[in-house]
């Protein structure tokens, strides 16, 4: 219990935190707004396409706006000067990780909301009938985004450069989530079942055990560094 609440304090910490700025989540969900406006004002997609295009608009504006929330997660600790006292927490690595991820995990999940919201309106797509597989596919690709991301957050946070680092480092292992989750979100709205798109959501549950078991013995070493 005493870990448990170790890590409540943090993500609280950083939930308050955010709630004061609302600075992370609102760009997050500016950034979504535009890709998707973006998307509808530039490529004339014919109605009955735009369930092939669906996916890779939806995950363009996930992944580019959860980058953002990304850098926040380790770069705001350096920016206001408390990563020291972050780290003078009686906690484990791992328990400062597992904070930092479910606070970008929620930040994410209330972008997703936003832009699931917002391209249901412009696009004219209902997705109320794949209402529960999408929400698995989300949470499966969010989490495996989140917990690469926040590794190499973490890695970046102390470099000059860390946006642009960050994004070299998270996009090229990401491509096999990426790929994973626009594959299953396309044939879930394409009628088919979650049986049917299993052998992605496999390479999805895969990818996110992988990366949480590497942040889990290794990120006490990446703090020290």
Not at 61 to 71: D, P, V
Not at 170 to 189: D, E, H, R
Request: charged share 10%.
């Amino acid at each position: 219990m005493t870990f448990f609440r170790q890590l409540w304090a943090i993500i609280l910490k950083d939930l308050l935190s955010e709630l004061r700025s609302k600075e992370m989540v609102i760009s997050m969900c500016l950034f979504a707004f535009l890709i998707l406006i973006i998307f509808n004002f530039t490529f004339d997609i014919a109605p009955d396409s735009i369930v092939g295009s669906a996916p890779g608009i939806l995950w363009v504006a996930f992944i580019f706006s959860g980058l953002m929330g990304l850098g926040r997660a380790f770069g705001g600790e350096r920016d206001r000067g408390t990563m020291p006292g972050l780290l003078l927490c009686p906690v484990s690595g791992w328990g400062i990780y597992l904070a930092k991820l479910i606070g970008t995990f929620i930040s994410m999940a209330i972008m997703e909301v936003f832009t699931l919201s917002l391209f249901s309106v412009l696009y004219n797509v209902s997705l109320i009938s794949h209402f529960f597989p999408i929400v698995l596919i989300l949470f499966l690709g969010t989490l495996g985004f989140a917990a690469v991301g926040t590794v190499f957050s973490a890695m970046s946070a102390t470099t000059k450069a860390r946006d642009v680092l960050l994004s070299i480092l998270v996009f090229p292992i990401s491509v096999p989530m990426i790929l994973a989750s626009v594959k299953a979100t396309g044939m879930v709205l394409d009628g088919k079942t979650l049986a049917e798109a299993f052998s992605w959501l496999k390479i999805l549950i895969a990818f996110d055990m992988l990366f949480l078991l590497l942040a889990y013995l290794t990120f006490d070493y990446i703090l020290e560094e």
